[in-house]
């Protein structure tokens, strides 16, 4: 699978993730309650991907997703429709959250490095002492 973040639409991701586990739009619509035509619209990029969490979700779970392909799923969904993720939105109660993505955009940091300092931060204790390059 490819890169979708981006310029990279949600039926794109939508279309491999399909491909790769073997499902069909009218099996994936009869398992999500989902149309296939609707469904067929928004693999083509004609229509957007559906903006309610829960439909998103049974989408997910009709597409059988780990975890990590879920969070994908929902966050390529979510910068398709111009939201910003329900589990990003609570963080605008942190006051470091500002500072942090401030930090980041000064640095210019790229693609490569932002990967490395969320790695860090998510491997407890690891990033204790070290610098991004």
């Known amino acids: 699978m490819g890169v979708y973040m981006g310029g990279h639409v949600f039926g794109d991701y939508l279309g491999d993730l399909m491909a790769e586990k073997g499902f069909t739009l009218r099996e ?4 999500s309650g989902i149309d296939a035509s609707n469904l067929s619209k ?25 975890k990590k392909e879920r969070q994908k799923f929902l966050d390529i969904a979510d910068l398709v429709n111009g939201q910003i993720p329900p589990d990003i939105e609570k963080l605008k109660k942190n006051e470091c959250i500002p500072m942090l993505l401030r930090a980041i955009e ?17 491997e407890e204790n690891s990033w204790q002492g070290k610098v991004v390059e």
């Not at 994936?28 to 398992?31: A, P, Q, W």
């Not at 928004?42 to 780990?66: F, H, M, S």
């Open 42 to 66: 928004i693999e083509r990029g004609v229509a957007l991907p559906p903006q309610k969490r829960e439909t998103l979700e049974r989408l997910a779970a009709a597409l059988e997703l780990n």
């Open 106 to 122: 000064n640095k210019k940091l790229t693609k490569a490095q932002t990967e490395q300092l969320a790695k860090m931060i998510s």
């Open 28 to 31: 994936v619509g009869r398992k």
